[in-house]
């Protein structure tokens, strides 16, 4: 069995996914099962999933025009070809599937949870939960399934075959999830905080109308943005992740290792997602009034289930086991302090909200200071991962007299590969949030019942949480991927070591570090520029229809809607551009060279992690220390504390679901980069 | 006599130095002779001057209770002993020294700068630049003449002396420097902050009083921090780098260059002390009615004078002299760049000031965002400038067989001497900014004739644009500095190469990192604190004394005073703590360890350097936009665009004044505690 398994690993994944597809088909179909009557609902809910779908097409099509440029770009390279060009265009369009399968069934859950929720808390968290679980099976059913497949054509077409030629494919197909997931991320990021920004901003504060009111244009862009960003922009960067830390490892493994193959990196896959599914299938059929306990039972039981899986696994090599194992406990870490940071439970937003008390300017500079300090101790946590994995990799290699650099690599990837094997259960529980969120959006436009508001406000309320964890945990594993493709890049290009105390990596790390900034700089100003001309329209439709605030005339979404859309689509370009030209150019320039690009990689990876996790704690924190003011204290709303607070909010926001998360997919795009055009630089 | 100077380079700089000396002494005797008659002013600058004086008093005392303890800790370390304790305590006390002389004229300059004003520009701007060059000429004289001093007395003891015992007093001197400075930063920076911040927001804000008006409770803590932060603090952090820097070029010189002595260092310095003291004189002389041209005349005066002289230093090989012209463009480059992004003439500050239409939160986010994003030329800047001269030095060595990456070493340190070398200029010419800034105070509080406040006001503005250069150019400075030193680490700890792959390093890097996020974090959280303390306690005085407002009360300006105090010598300790006990507890830590450290330090700069010039930066375009919106633009003063300007500028306090100037000290601190502890690090 385990004889048939080695040999046969791909097709075992290939048949988890399978697994995979089955269960999301059933999840779907009971999804449908609740049926809506409520024309008004219907409405709106056609109205969401009509900007949705419309939002997505419109990105598919510049991402059209982008894919194939780069295919002609990378099959016209004599060192690339078509044979990476085609692995490219695989993986971009299977994560676009991911994308576009996991919002149509997002967009359709969304009303039904609404409508579950007038049955009770149990029903709608059931159809909400089953809604996100759809993105997170899919996500990684359809990503391990291309790796897998990759893998299985190349050994069917030629057993022995030269492994670069299947390296390089592999990269390819990992550079296409990589390059769609950058554009759905800061494209979603703007989509979301834009419309977020112009609803809350003309119609919260100035028109002082409730959130979620149908009266305000923009609430329909609004729910369509946590649609586009929180799911779209979110599934398709752990997509990314995934896809590049399996491929990663794939690339070491297959640089002759002694202690570790190709078929133990799949049959880990294949057992993670076994333990996704069993976790997702677990918290689904769990009756339970609490949404939290439920969600966290599905993940604890996932990641017991891993544990055992690599424990079978490794059971010949228990230092590796032992390297999984600190992947696995290293997310749950990072997923808590995260929480610790962000929820109002603990000191740090109390303090925030405190601190409101004396102004929009204390409040801003102490959710500053917090998001900067909560990066202490989850670096910590990163930093003992890779030192500690790395150190088991090379006892674990020295028997065998396998090279100890390559072993502690190798222990550092299988760290990371355990932090993500159970990615479909964070996808499921983070993509949960925005359903939850938008079903409270429908209940609330379509004047349902207070009761159905109270739950589905509920359910929200545990989304966040559960979001700011899914940042956390994006972060570190993005952190672990970039540098294990960091590795590959160095295999790739050649390189021994890279001191970094000579000039053009010093000068690589300060330019790297600076990308990040940068980056940082260029989607918070898109932000603020779209949601100007959001807040524009948004006023204007206010003055010249007098009949909406009297609730006589209805407002023009689609104007709105198609506002963030254009802005989305013509701010992602440029951000782009630089993630992919950037290394290229500093590759091939004389005087800096492939060293320096090394250095460059690392710089942005430390940098980018510092920045990602400072501006997604910041503004979590911001978050929650808003709705601590509004649940009465420190004045309640509408005191002092409560309008510093919306402030810090407003500043929070595209720190944290923009600027924040595109980082976490611009280190591992650049890596991606460096490896695919690695055989540029060697000349 | 170049054979004479070759010899005793060291006499040269002491003989230097004492020129300084005496043309200090000149310029104060210049000073005192304007005479002060009217009572009120000489009231205000008594309250000023023993403010001021109390608080260094007080900073010494526990600056000596931490000089003690660490002259015994290095004495008894057998890898150290009392001669490395004895030159770190001359370091440290050489740096009071200058910080005390400096400010004790900085406050008689600045009620004899607003008296000289009452006889027009010219004359108030030659006493506020002698002022300021005292201060510049002090720093640089006797962090020089303590140099110069150390390596003529063992040259004197023992020409044969073992060069590992010279270097190891060397650092010692220079870690004393650093450790003084870094609590002089912190401590002025968290005073500055605490007293302008308490006294904005209470007075201008609440009481509805203008600036400097001494109904203020607060108003002479504010003034008294002017000169404890910006005059001492500032001064300190130069004569670190200044030092750190000569040191590092030393040490490296040391080890068997055949291009490079120390002779040609020494040289170096003193021909740098020649072009500063040349810049100060035509400045003090010129009799101009513009102060920025004066101020700019006698900058590039100064520069252009270094450039021949280190033409001569290295006429014989001429790639070095190029390496030190890098050095000496990059500085004014820069300096250049931070006017760009923070002065009102250009669109970066134009663009926050209409941002503020929108509210805070749009004023607050582009200003942030354009922190980030003026990162990107000066780090541009930077790296090149480390590249070029890199390759220079190894082509000038390629020639006389020494070991290549050692040359290119010795060409970094080359250009960072030269960005320094005229160091003395730019502290008098920042050091002016913040004695006419006093000066206006204290025409406000006296009532002087408005037409003084006019000129002390212009004076005052140049002073800002001034101190944002003096900013960026510290910040360079201190990135190169801190390279530097981080070779002299890798030549004591015996390391060769520091491979950025092995898991230490990586893990080294992350920390670092993270350490000046945490510093940052820390010193935010001062100044809120702080600042806390001093809006209560004007509150308090206010309320409880209701003669202030009516003008029959005086304000308690002494228990502010003591407040900021209190705060800023309690609060420095736990940032000073981590920043010398950080690197030493992973060099010491097993599994970490001196490459470990390499990365720390690393990391520490990269991203130290890139969050001083975005804090620094963003801090000073939202106070210039504030002043912008003040000039009239935008709705003027008391719209809603003044309002979220002012809460803007309030942000920026801390960033641009406290957090990003102590990151400076910070990452060479650390840099030349790991060189001084290296001998620990090596069992």
Known sequence: MFEFLKINADLGVIFMCAVGVILSVLLVIGIKRVKIFDPRMNEISSFIKG???????????????????????IGFLPDLGFGVAAAFLFGAILSCCAGYMGMRTAVISNVRTAESAKKGLSSAFKIA??????????????????????????????PNADPNLVNQLLTGFSLGASSVALFCRVGGGIYT????????????????????????????????????????????DLFESYVGCIIAALLLAADSFNIVNSYHILLLVAGGLLASFVGI??????????ASLSLNIGTYVSSALLVGVSYLVFSKNIYLFLCVLCGIVAGVLIGKLTEIYTSAKYKTVKKIAASGETGSATNILSGYAAGMKSTALPIIVIAAVIVISYSLGIVSGSAFGDQAQQCGHIGVVLAALGMLATVGMIVSVDAYGPIADNAGGIAQMSNLD???????????????????????????????????????YTHAAKLDTIDIFSANVLGGLLIGGMLSYLFSALTINSVSKAANHMIAEVR??????????AGTEKPDYD??????TKAAIREMILPGIIAIVAPIVVGIIPGLGKEALAGLLIGATVTGVLQAISMSNSGGAWDNAKKYVEEGHHGGKNSEAHKASVIGDTVGDPLKDTAGPSLNILIKLMSIVAVVFAPLFLK
């Open 129 to 158: 939960f089953s809604g996100g679980a759809v993105m997170g099976i899919l996500v990684v059913s359809i990503g391990a399934f291309g790796v897998a497949l990759v893998s299985y054509i190349m050994r069917l077409i030629d």
């Open 51 to 73: 900007g949705a779908m419309a939002y997505l097409y419109r990105q598919y099509k510049v991402l059209a025009v982008f894919l194939v440029l780069m295919f002609f770009l």
């Open 540 to 549: 204007r439709q206010f003055k010249e229809k007098k009949g909406i605030m």
């Open 193 to 236: 905080k834009a419309a977020d920004v112009g609803a809350d901003l003309v119609g919260k504060v100035e028109a002082g109308i409730p959130e979620d009111d149908p009266k305000n244009p923009a609430v329909i862009a609004d729910n369509v943005g946590d649609n586009v960003g929180d799911v779209a922009g979110m599934g398709a």
């Open 281 to 290: 299938v677990i918290t689904r059929l769990l009756k339970t009034k609490n």
């Open 450 to 488: 207070k009761s159905v508001r109270e739950i589905t406000d509920n359910l929200d309320s545990v989304g966040n949480t559960t979001a700011a964890i899914g940042k956390g945990f994006s972060i570190g594993s993005a952190a672990l991927t970039s540098l294990a493709l960091i590795v590959s």
């Open 559 to 564: 104007k709105c809607v198609d506002i963030s």
